[in-house]
């Protein structure tokens, strides 16, 4: 985008070179079942990082071993852990303990955007729409088929918190939702079960207070799952040049920062969206750590708004530092 496009959707970003070089812990890998993803993400960061002249040292850790936050002369933690453990809060509460300064949402933030029950609760009490759906446990019984039969064909079957789309399913048979729901409430204990939105996929990056330009995720597989996100050859095209009426625009971007700040979110983080045929955005979730891998959607839209991985990852930490 050219500095006139910039100004006219509101996002001048300040493009400027860093003036501190600052000692940095980029934390990476983790114990979730998005470890993989992590290690691509800090790995991304970390020469991001470098790139933009600070120190970095990464660190691989787990909730047994958090002694890379004890290293001296920390200036600032960038937190590239996905799912538990780094987006639920947990590693921001044991930089705060340390009082060390540290990138992304607060402790309470973070949790709340990881459960996706308590964060519909609060889309909803903003104005924002969202999918109908409940929160099933082995202990509804015969009740259960009544309540997801009101939900109808397909449905959507998911962790109550998790990311990366893992353990997903689009279920469009009685016996495949059961199926998925046995699997989910063996492995979780819960599952949230939510009506099929019919729609394009949009995703909207939020850096400090402002939305990034709208992002459309084109998925050559069902739907946005792991393989679609991460694997070379899986087809999915991002498509800014969308085609989406302007107002609609201009909404998708209101929405995010509505949902985003709804959860006391902060610095940074990723809305997606269905839009439906009629244009109504329907708000699926907030990522408050979202990837930053050759993959990864927020890092595209700031390309597309004029800035370098080394700039993003610059400010991140600057915005973390001005705390």
Do not use: W
């Amino acid at each position: 985008m050219n500095p006139e496009t910039l100004a006219r959707e509101g996002l001048e970003l300040r493009l400027q070179k860093p003036k501190l070089s600052l000692d940095v812990t980029v934390l990476m890998g983790g114990p979730s079942s998005e470890r993989e993803v992590s290690l691509m993400s800090g790995s991304a960061v970390a020469e991001g990082l470098a790139a933009a002249g600070h120190r970095v040292t990464r660190a691989d850790v787990s909730p047994a071993d958090t002694s890379a936050l004890d290293r001296p002369g920390i200036d600032v933690v960038f937190i590239a852990l996905h799912g538990t453990f780094g987006e639920d809060g947990g590693v921001q509460q044991l930089c705060e303990d340390r009082h060390l300064r540290y990138i992304g949402s607060t402790p309470q933030a973070s949790a709340l955007a990881m459960d996706k029950v308590a964060s519909r609760k609060r889309f909803v009490t903003a104005g924002l729409t969202v999918p109908k759906g409940l929160v099933l446990t082995p202990a509804e019984g015969p009740g259960r088929t009544d309540a997801l039969n009101r939900l109808g064909l397909p449905v959507v079957l998911k962790p109550v918190d998790g990311g990366s789309s893992v353990d997903i399913t689009i279920a469009k048979s009685p016996a495949s939702r059961d199926a998925a729901l046995a699997a989910l409430l063996d492995r979780y204990g819960k599952a949230l079960a939510e009506e099929f939105v019919a729609g394009r996929e949009f995703t909207v990056g939020i850096l400090g207070r402002r939305p990034l330009p709208v992002l459309e995720v084109v998925p050559a597989r069902e739907f946005y799952d792991y393989v679609a996100k991460y694997a070379d050859d899986a087809g999915t095209r991002y498509v800014f040049d969308h085609g989406l009426p302007g107002a609609v625009v201009k909404s998708l971007q209101a929405s995010a920062t509505v949902a985003h700040e709804a959860l006391g979110c902060r610095d940074l983080s990723r809305v997606d969206f269905i839009v439906t045929p009629g244009g109504l955005p329907v708000v699926l979730e907030v990522n408050t750590i979202p990837g930053f891998t050759s993959h990864s959607l927020v890092p595209m839209a700031a390309a597309r708004a004029g800035m370098s991985f080394p700039q993003l990852v610059d400010r991140i930490i600057m915005m973390a530092m001005q705390r």
